[in-house]
């Protein structure tokens, strides 16, 4: 029985210099094949015209780019956009594309579902079903850009934030290949500084990270002590505040970043309050570090609601009072369901964690 078609997406620069050197080819096709994926655009060999007739018909034999199917794209009423992308028979994930007057950022998913469980996201409290492969993350990348006519001087994506579904550092293996396509400049060329992973806390990949790639690092804190934070994001319970923020640290230190960025969720009535805010502060005082304030964006179920405004102006003053850079992040896409925290995808649950999730955020409110 012939063996599956390999997909070419699941390979960086390097994985595809192995490839075609396995094949008897020299290293710079590996450049060639990637000026025709992600260049181009292209994913017909036959069009490949700088590859020989031998070589084309080995690649059609024995690889393929596959790309997921798109199953609908939604548009917000502030030009957000959200694309359900089928990765299998059962599973679809959920990427969005936020438009801005200087930039546009995608925010791409890593996991069907998510393994973490979170009381106030709606990725976590459907549960878990798989990781997503390399080829599967890239590709979201490449089907947002085929979708916006990003090409060529036309290029509509500008910074890439792994925020999308799922915990990025809990699928390491298949997120770094895809960040290296991200940042290639036979890729998407996208600066270093331009692409994000966003984690809740993972440490020992946080210091993985550290050593394999040049991007900027956003943490999901949403608390200012690990009691309120055990709550919150479980993981806490593994990889406490202390020992997560050494690790930024070292982070910032190797990476000679400016800053990293601190994600806080405002909940009503549980991590909003002006001594939250001061907390956060001193907490902070020695990790160079910008405040990025997220309201709680409601999803079906939750027990959880948003901050009222001046709850949130009030936080942000005390944050800027003591000298650190702090923005609320704009909800967008709300009413596509696209906005942070509200992204669900549709997906066979193999955790049964929807319910567990449900407990926890009315216990966590209690």
């Given at each position: 029985m012939k063996n599956a078609p390999i997909n070419l997406l699941n390979h960086d620069r390097a994985g595809l210099e192995t490839l075609f050197l396995d094949m008897g080819e020299q290293k710079f096709r590996a450049q060639q094949a990637m000026k025709w994926i992600y260049g181009e655009q292209n994913l017909d060999f036959d069009a490949w015209s700088n590859f020989s007739k031998v070589l084309r018909a080995r690649l059609k034999d024995d690889y393929q780019v596959a790309v997921p199917t798109l199953l609908s794209e939604q548009v917000s009423k502030d030009g957000t956009i959200k694309w359900l992308l089928k990765v299998d028979e059962v599973n679809a994930v959920e990427t969005v594309f936020i438009p801005e007057k200087n930039r546009g950022t995608l925010c791409v998913s890593s996991q069907v579902g998510c393994t973490l469980n979170c009381t106030f996201c709606a990725t976590g409290a459907q549960g878990f079903n798989r990781h997503l492969t390399t080829a599967e993350i890239i590709a979201q990348v490449w089907v947002a850009a085929k979708q916006l006519g990003h090409h060529g001087l036309d290029r509509k994506i500008t910074n890439v934030v792994m925020m999308g579904m799922g915990e990025p550092l809990a699928n390491y293996s298949q997120v770094l290949p895809a960040?290296?396509?991200?940042?290639?400049?036979?890729?998407?060329?996208?600066?270093?500084?331009?692409?994000?992973?966003?984690?809740?806390?993972?440490?020992?990949?946080?210091?993985?990270?550290?050593?394999?790639?040049?991007?900027?690092?956003?943490?999901?804190?949403?608390?200012?002590?690990?009691?309120?934070?055990?709550?919150?994001?479980?993981?806490?319970?593994?990889?406490?505040?202390?020992?997560?923020?050494?690790?930024?640290?070292?982070?910032?230190?190797?990476?000679?970043?400016?800053?990293?960025?601190?994600?806080?969720?405002?909940?009503?009535?549980?991590n909003d309050r002006p001594e939250h805010a001061r907390a956060l502060c001193k907490l902070l005082a020695n990790i160079p570090s910008k405040i990025n304030l997220i309201p709680f964006n409601p999803f079906p179920g939750t027990a959880f609601k948003q901050s009222q405004p001046e709850a949130i102006e009030a936080f942000k003053g005390v944050c800027m009072k003591n000298g650190f850079i702090t923005t609320v992040r704009k909800t967008r896409g709300d009413d596509i369901a696209a906005a942070c925290g509200q992204l669900a995808g549709e997906f066979m649950d193999r955790t049964r964690r929807s319910a567990q999730i449900k407990k926890m955020q009315l216990e966590v409110v209690a």
């Open positions: 960040l290296n396509i991200m940042r290639d400049d036979f890729g998407f060329g996208l600066a270093n500084r331009r692409v994000t992973v966003s984690t809740a806390g993972l440490v020992p990949y946080i210091d993985r990270l550290n050593a394999d790639a040049d991007v900027s690092l956003a943490i999901s804190l949403h608390a200012p002590h690990d009691e309120l934070r055990n709550q919150l994001v479980p993981l806490n319970k593994k990889y406490n505040i202390k020992t997560l923020l050494a690790s930024c640290k070292n982070f910032i230190q190797n990476k000679r970043k400016a800053r990293i960025t601190i994600e806080y969720t405002l909940i009503d009535g549980m």
